[in-house]
């Protein structure tokens, strides 16, 4: 075996074994398929093995990447473990880099508010936040993030889990809309309009659930990779989007012209919850990070109509 392995090169194996695929850890570790496919071409050298090999049209693992699994993934543990012993000194005096996976319906008003909060306690904090396009907790295992921000979603043993505030989504409508100056949302309007949905969010299905009970249905035009991106279509005339009451707040405080009503059904909360892997529990600078996160989130209660549509 090679000696030019690192650390990345083993984030790479551990992707590839637990995704099997080079796409799937491409994606696992945020990089591209192109640059996941050259480290492949590096490990199966420093290795001296081909870690993958073709079978169908997917790829398994060899024999010897099998015995080599959990050995890499007790290496890539230990690392985190010495990369996070960063105790000693003051905020002021800390060099350190965190990755967030966050929810894109609240990286628009949480990111803007931690920043300021740590800018001026932290300067030698960096903070990079990656769309929370899954919410697998390996990536709090292998350390390619460090806090995950999402919806609430049943824990894993070794994940700690704070709730930071529970909500409903609301219906964002342009304020130059017959429906943005209407004093409410009426269900015959929510299922004539035609609605923009945000890809991977729970509220549509909880939605088509309760008007199927009703014997309704809506019309659903686009499905759109965000919930900031739904929220600018809104912009059109007519056109429903939904979002996170949070995000709604947000772009009414901020006077982009839009305006929310409540959903005219009965739906349940959703609660937003900051998830950490276990070792980091005791970790000072990543505590203190933590309560900077629980501190910007304090973001009011539920979106009521006052805040939207009057």
Request: charged letters at 25%; aromatic letters at 4%.
């Amino acid at each position: 075996m090679s000696d030019n392995l690192d650390l990345n090169l083993l984030r790479v194996f551990d992707a590839l074994m637990d995704t099997g695929s080079v796409s799937g850890a491409a994606e696992r570790l945020h990089l591209s398929v192109p640059a996941t496919s050259r480290a492949l071409g590096r490990l199966r050298r420093a290795m001296d093995d081909p870690i993958m090999v073709r079978a169908g049209r997917g790829l398994v693992p060899t024999p010897f990447a099998l015995r080599s699994a959990g050995r890499v993934r007790a290496l890539l543990e230990g690392a985190a473990e010495l990369l996070t012993d960063t105790s000693e000194g003051e905020p002021p005096t800390w060099r350190r880099s965190f990755t967030v996976r966050i929810n894109d319906g609240l990286a628009p008003v949480l990111a803007p508010r931690l920043i300021g909060r740590i800018a001026g306690e932290a300067p030698g904090i960096r903070l990079r936040f990656v769309p929370d396009d899954s919410d697998h907790p390996d990536a709090l295992r292998n350390g390619s993030i460090d806090l995950d921000i999402g919806l609430a979603e049943p824990p894993a043993p070794d994940v700690k889990v704070a709730a930071l505030y529970s909500e409903r989504y609301v219906a964002v409508v342009s304020a130059h809309s017959r429906l943005g100056r209407a004093r409410r949302l009426t269900v015959e309007q929510f299922c004539r309009y035609p609605q923009i949905a945000p890809a991977r969010a729970r509220a549509p299905s909880l939605i088509d659930d309760a008007l199927e009970r009703m014997g309704r249905s809506r019309r659903v035009i686009a499905v759109v990779s965000t919930h900031a991106v739904a929220a600018l279509l809104a912009l059109e005339d007519d056109v429903i989007a939904l979002v996170p009451g949070v995000l709604a707040r947000h772009l009414v405080d901020r006077q982009v012209p839009v305006r929310w009503h409540e959903i005219p059904l009965d739906l349940p909360m959703v609660t937003v919850e900051l998830r950490w892997h276990r070792r980091l529990d005791g970790d000072r600078p990543s505590r203190w990070l933590r309560d900077h996160i629980m501190a910007a989130a304090s973001l009011g209660q539920p979106a009521t109509p006052s805040g939207g549509a009057h």
